[in-house]
RNA sequence: GGAGACGUCGCAUAGUCCGGUCGAGUGCACCACCCUGCUAAGGUGGAGUCCCCGUAAGGGGACCGCGGGUUCAAAUCCCGCCGUCUCCGCCA
């Protein structure tokens, strides 16, 4: 949630964060009201309870044949202090109800309007050519035997899918290089649960808009994470941290689990948009002064991934209206795809400023020795789908895929996935 | 899965049986000052988080794992949840 001081000194400022969203400006005012009424509630009761401990201790003190009496109005007292305090939950509620729901202030410079509304940053690489019908990721995954899909149909449903000999290898070596590098960029590397509470889903911000996205175990009441993003913000939920010798940053490797409820038909073949994949995801805790420079940081981390994995790229800064709630600015980083003449998402990064750790209640000590909300970071640096950039981009007429030098070591050398017969049947 | 114990202010603990004098004592650690001729010891004081009112000084409220309940009044009694530990069983 936004800052609600923020909010009293400066609704200009949200109201256009708002409208350049595409959101409701109105609410910025039926929060102000909320929290007026608020404060009303909170100062009502406390100055019925500030009564109310007084006459206490004049009970405790009083003479036992005078207690009775101090006892009966006290009682009138009490009704009242529970019905103040009643009202005081209920104003308070609804005030974080509607604050809830106005989305991160959106930092200066970033596009107004929708999805299309972005803006390219840059474009880096050459697009591959072809001289040859170049073949789509599903299509060389299956002459290497390195992605089975109609077993992954039959075994766990549709948008599952195997990966297999060489493609399980590639996708642990693309894993292996982002850690190496992230830990070298001084990430600690983290495995995280994959399952999580309520409270942790709701405070990272998931079970909003996109609640229907997420897996849920309704025996155990635990949420399947669609990103370990989930699980590194809800690390050091309600803590106070210590980030006097800099920022604390981790690089979460999961499994993710998202039911792309509303994408039917979008992304159908292959393993472009499956139920389940892995992701190494970087996540920083900072000093929100230092929280866009970070951002660009790890924009670089992952525009350095691509470079050397010889893919064509753009960055977007993606517009307001898609950013989802809790991000500030985010870019997404997209690879050419060859086969569909286009640039895909490979990787975003997101500035979620003091939004999501407000909501977690994440603070760190400042130099005056005053508590402040930390901003927080994430941006992806390695995922399953980028298979299918460099399986297409560096193919060969063969149907054999030429691997990025810098994969090589994770792969035992292997310079060349060769198509094999596949010993299973297909 | 069964049985039991426990969860207090950074750490360690007292308080809980017998509700009010406990937002809470003690030790260690911490900060400031004093003292001390020297990497020590001693003394005094301070110090938590969140919220509300206030320009401020200051005032008030909440917080003893979390959430409810009983009561004029709850760290203390009752219920639920979460977590930790011990024992038994079971399974990797």
Redesign the pocket.
Known sequence: MID??FLREHPDVVKASQAARGESTQLVDEALAA??G???A??E???L??E??????T???APKEE?AA???Q??E??GK??AADAAA?DADAEFKRIVGSLGNLVIEGVPAGGEDDYVVLREVGQKPTFDFEPRDHLELGELLDAIDMPRGAKVAGARFSYLKGVGARLEIALMNLGLDRAIAAGFTPMITPTLV?PEIMAGTGFLGKHADEIYHLPADDLYLVGTSEVALAGYHQGE?LDLADGPLRYAGWSSCYRREAGSGGKDTRGIIRVHQFNKLEMFTYIDPADAEAEHERLLSYQEGMLQDLGLAYRVIDTAAGDLGSSAARKFDVEAWVPTQGTYRELTSTSNCTTFQARRLDI?H?TEG????TVATLNGTLATTRWLVAILETHQQPDGSVIVPEVLRPYLGGLEVLEPVARRGGK
């Not at 109310?52 to 201790?57: A, D, L």
Request: cysteine-free; proline content about 2%.
């Open positions: 609600p001081a929290d007026a608020r404060r009303r909170i100062s009761f406390e100055t309870r500030a109310q401990n007084v006459f206490g201790k009970v405790a003190k207690k101090l006892v009966a006290a009682q007292l009490a202090v529970k939950n509470r106070i603070r000590r020795g005053k508590t402040q």
